[in-house]
C-alpha cells in the first residue's frame, strides 16, 4: 500500500491553505465544521479546533482545507499542521465517522479563483465532482454528458465550461466582466450541487481528446513519450490546475523532436499561455531529458 503523504497548497483567500492526501480520506461527500461541537463526528476536525488559529474545517475526498484567525500567517504554522494531520493518518485513525454523519444534508462550498487567463474564473468545490477531465465547447456538446454544464450554458455570457475533479473553470465572452457576474455564477453552482442534482451522466471524452492517437486508455507509452507524460503529471499538471486549466499530453515527434501538448480551461487562449509553454514546460522538459526535445507546440482545446 503506498504511504500516506499530505502536501500544502496555497488558495487565492490567504486564510485558507489546502493540506492535500495522496490517499482517499473519505468514501464520499464533503463536511464542513465551523466549531469543535460541529465537528463531533471527525476526530481529526476535532483534533484540529484545539490548534487556537483555526477557524473552519472542510473534509472532502481528497484534501483537508483550514480557514485561520488572523492571529498567525499560515507560514509560521503550516508545516505544524501538515505533519499532524499525516501522522494522524498514518496511524489509521478514522478522519469522518461516515456511518453517523451520513445523515446530514452535505455542506457545499464555492469559491471563486482568478486565473492567468482573463476570460476564465475558477470554482473549486469542496466535493470529488468528476473523475475525468472534461471540457465542453457549446451545449450542443454538454447536453450529452452533463447537466451542472447544460445548465451552466443557459447563462448567456458562459463560452466555455472545463469541468475537474474538485474545480470547474468557466470561460466567458467579452460582453461581460467577471466581476459582474462571478457572484451569480457561484451562488448558481453552489445551490445545484447541493440539491444533489448529477455533474455528468455520460463519460464521454471532449471531441478533441477523442482523436488523439496516443491519449486512450488502452495505449501504453514508451521511451521518451512515457517520460514527457511522467513530467507532465509530476511537475505541470498540479502547477496549472491551481489556475483552472489543464494540459493533455499528444503526441512526441521523434524525428524533430517535438512534443504536442493540449491546452484546456483556463490555459486555453490565455494570453500568457504561449510564454509559460516556453519559459516554463519547454525548458524544464530540455532540462530533465537533454538532447530529446526542440520545441514544445501548444494546441488549444
Not at 480557514?67 to 494531520?85: G, H, P, S
Not at 461581460?176 to 457576474?181: G, K
Not at 491551481?242 to 494570453?271: H, M, R, T, W
Request: aromatic content about 8%; overall charge negative; glycine content about 4%.
Amino acid at each position: 500500500m503506498q504511504e500516506i503523504h499530505v502536501s500544502i497548497q496555497e488558495t487565492t483567500n490567504d486564510s485558507i491553505l489546502k493540506f492535500n492526501c495522496n490517499q482517499l480520506l473519505i468514501k464520499g461527500g464533503s463536511y464542513e465544521f465551523a466549531n469543535i461541537d460541529e465537528a463531533k463526528n471527525s476526530p481529526l476536525a476535532q483534533q484540529l479546533f484545539y490548534l487556537p488559529f483555526v477557524k473552519k474545517v472542510y473534509v472532502t475526498a481528497n484534501f483537508i482545507a483550514i480557514q485561520r484567525y488572523d492571529i498567525v500567517q499560515w507560514i509560521d504554522v503550516q508545516e505544524e499542521v501538515r505533519t499532524q494531520i499525516e501522522n494522524y493518518l498514518k496511524e489509521g485513525n478514522v478522519v469522518i465517522n461516515e456511518s453517523v454523519a451520513s445523515s446530514k444534508k452535505e455542506p457545499i462550498e464555492v469559491y471563486a479563483e482568478s486565473t492567468p487567463n482573463p476570460a476564465v474564473m475558477k470554482f473549486g468545490v469542496n466535493k470529488v465532482l468528476t473523475e475525468d477531465l472534461i471540457e465542453f465547447k457549446n451545449i450542443d456538446e454538454a447536453s450529452k454528458a452533463s447537466p451542472l454544464a447544460t445548465a451552466l450554458f443557459n447563462f448567456p455570457f458562459i463560452k466555455e465550461v472545463f469541468i475537474s475533479d474538485n474545480y470547474i473553470s468557466i470561460t466567458k465572452f467579452d460582453m461581460v466582466e467577471w466581476n459582474d457576474i462571478f457572484s451569480e455564477v457561484r451562488s448558481f453552482i453552489r445551490k445545484y450541487l447541493q440539491d444533489n442534482k448529477p455533474v455528468i451522466t455520460k463519460k464521454v471524452a471532449p471531441k478533441k481528446e477523442k482523436e488523439l492517437p496516443k491519449v486512450g486508455q488502452n495505449v501504453v507509452l514508451e521511451g521518451t513519450s512515457s517520460k514527457i507524460v511522467e513530467i507532465l503529471d509530476e511537475y505541470i499538471k498540479p502547477a496549472v490546475a491551481s489556475d483552472g486549466g489543464n494540459i493533455a499530453f499528444q503526441s512526441y515527434d521523434q524525428e524533430n523532436k517535438v512534443v504536442s501538448v493540449i491546452l484546456q480551461g483556463a490555459c486555453s487562449g490565455c494570453p500568457s499561455s504561449t510564454a509559460t509553454l516556453k519559459n516554463g514546460i519547454e525548458n524544464l522538459l530540455k532540462e530533465m531529458l537533454p538532447n530529446q526535445i526542440n520545441e514544445v507546440v501548444a494546441i488549444n482545446g
